[in-house]
């Protein structure tokens, strides 16, 4: 090389797969490297298939429906659940096995029209890209439940969903995102009827904050999330330069928008023990029941973060199925 110029160095490297280099390249890698060497079972009777959402970005959704599920409660449509993956806004897509996985199982045993959706992932798209998204993507199915009138609709969707029954749900980093597309529809930043929002679920949720809790200074042992791993996808995710203050990773930071006056629909939130985050989530739970919002906290003790898909097939996963169910079929206010 002459002039003594110099290859681009690493700066920042996420797991070996997410490399920031000194002249701004980011480079990726295999995910699959990350993965357990492990099999998931097929689950038998669920129909999906993907379908674009945002066709200037290419981003997509993957719809998943039992091909066969009894009328419940009167209608012959089905609660909308849907699902945004986890991966800290850095990594994971809608169609590794663990969320594939567990959209099956949520399709299957709710029953459920589920739609697993795709977003942008920082450092390229640094926050809040996902959130736009996300937003983007709920203004993509209140076209479809009006299109459903008249016969213009993906065609699962017309048959099979109930727009007026939709949750919004997420894993870790989709659960905060979860959380703040649920924010902008109850606030009315995001008008979305005749989709209508009765519940969302937090599952292993990804909130921070400047100040240490007492998890993050004390870890309990055997993680699968470390307090330097979180802080590092919140640094290359997060506006260059923010902190962990920020409102989109501390919804009761100094800048957030207070909560008080939104109307938020009930939440499940699922906190598990082994959690260097779980202060944070139960502090999220707590904040919001001060408020006088429906909050149900169900705890998984000794779980680790994203142990709903760490392990979809597990124990405790078969009770959040149970949990999950109970939820939208019998636990949201109309």
């Known amino acids: 090389m002459s002039g003594g110029d110099k290859a681009p160095r690493v700066v920042e490297d996420l797991f070996g797969i997410v490399q920031i280099l000194s002249d701004g390249t980011i480079v990726r890698g295999d995910e699959a490297v990350l ?14 298939k993907d379908v674009v959402y945002h066709a200037v970005r290419g981003l997509r959704a993957r719809v998943y429906r039992p091909a066969s ?4 409660a009167g209608s012959s449509k089905l609660p909308v659940l849907v699902y945004f993956h986890g991966g800290g806004y850095c990594i994971g897509s809608y169609t590794q ?3 594939h996985s567990f959209c099956l199982r949520a399709a299957a045993e709710l029953p459920a029209l589920v739609l697993s959706v795709q977003y942008r992932l920082a450092p390229e798209h640094r926050l809040p890209a996902a959130i736009e998204d996300g937003a983007d993507f709920l203004s993509w199915l209140r076209g479809q ?15 099979s969903a109930d727009f007026a029954r939709t949750f919004v749900s997420g894993v870790s980093g989709g659960a ?12 009315a930043q995001l008008a979305i009827s005749p989709v209508r ?26 993680v699968s999330l470390t307090v330097d791993m979180s802080d590092q ?57 001060d408020m006088g919002k429906t909050v149900e906290v169900v705890e998984f003790a000794g779980e680790q973060h994203g142990f709903s898909v760490l392990q979809p097939f597990g124990q405790a996963a078969n009770e959040l199925m149970r949990v999950l169910t109970r939820f939208v079929y019998t636990g949201h206010s109309d």
């Open 69 to 72: 599920s009894p009328p419940l």
């Open 176 to 187: 905060n995102l979860a959380h703040h597309i649920t924010v902008d529809v109850a606030s």
């Open 97 to 99: 096995p663990p969320f």
């Open 233 to 289: 996808l919140w640094h290359m995710s997060l506006p260059v330069g923010a902190s962990r203050d920020h409102p989109v990773a501390n919804p009761f930071g100094p800048d957030s928008p207070s909560l008080t006056a939104v109307d938020l629909p009930p939440a499940l939130v699922v906190v598990p023990g082994s959690d260097v985050l779980r202060d944070h989530v139960r502090g999220y739970a707590a904040r919001l029941k």
């Open 197 to 222: 929002v009765v519940g969302y679920v937090l599952l292993s949720a990804f909130f921070g904050s400047a100040e240490r809790t007492a998890a993050e200074v004390d870890p309990p042992a055997d």
């Open 35 to 48: 993965r357990q060497k492990e099999t998931y079972p097929d689950v038998p009777g669920v129909q999906w």
């Open 145 to 159: 439940a009006e299109l459903a009138a008249t016969g213009g609709a993906d065609p699962w969707l017309a048959e």
